[in-house]
């Protein structure tokens, strides 16, 4: 029988850890994550992060966090540097209005970058996502030029499917996306 793919059934997974990476639910502690990624040029252009910051609004992007699984929509985890249990960036998973097809979204904060943070964190959750029923497809929107996100998705597993002309709304003008996806035949059940 084939798999019934609907949204809100995406559960809070077990500890994902590659020894480096550890990916939790987010908590008040994680506030100073959110505070330097407010301060990003590029981060809260794309994402619910309050710019500027306040801590009545960082509260109110974590809760907005725990409401992803409550809701439905997906899950939000902190990527921690596992060991000190810090927070360093963010990773997500949202249904798309395709049954089975969920988006992947990331960033990781300025002082915490080019240590493989992001590749680690996307390819756990990854892997762990597509061992569930109800996901059949991931997939990632890039703007062309965003070179690290680009290699954390090929680093990923992720492949290039193409490009979608003027599919992104940014700052009310428009802009070409690539589109990136893993299904489960692409990936080794191991994280890289
Ligand atoms: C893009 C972003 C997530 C990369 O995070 P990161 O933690 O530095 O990524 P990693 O350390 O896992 O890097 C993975 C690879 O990308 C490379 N890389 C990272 N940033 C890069 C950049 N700006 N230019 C070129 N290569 C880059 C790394 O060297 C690494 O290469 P390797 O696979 O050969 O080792 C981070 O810069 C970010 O949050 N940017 C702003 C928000 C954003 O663009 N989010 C993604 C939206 S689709």
């Known amino acids: 029988m084939d798999p019934v793919y609907r949204p809100g059934v995406i559960p809070e997974p077990p500890e994902l850890s590659d020894g480096q990476v550890l990916l939790r639910s987010w908590t008040y502690c994680d506030l100073p994550c959110v505070e330097e ?81 992001a590749r680690r964190g996307v390819s756990l959750l990854s892997r762990w996502a597509l061992g569930l029923s109800a996901v059949a497809r991931l997939e990632a929107l890039v703007e062309p030029d965003n070179e690290g996100s680009i290699r954390v998705l090929e680093g990923a597993g992720f492949r290039r499917e193409g490009l979608l002309q003027a599919y992104l709304d940014i700052h009310a003008t428009r802009a070409d996306a690539l589109l990136y996806s893993l299904i489960g035949e692409d990936v080794d059940p191991s994280p890289r």
């Open 37 to 117: 990624a407010s301060r990003d040029p590029v981060i809260p252009t794309g994402t619910t992060v309050p710019s500027p910051f306040s801590e009545q609004a960082g509260l109110a992007f974590l809760e907005r966090q725990w409401q992803r699984s409550a809701s439905g929509e997906g899950l939000s985890l902190a990527i921690t540097e596992a060991g000190t249990d810090t927070a360093v960036g963010l990773v997500c998973l949202l249904h798309r209005q395709q049954p089975g097809v969920v988006g992947v979204g990331f960033w990781t904060v300025e002082s915490r970058r080019r240590r493989g943070f």
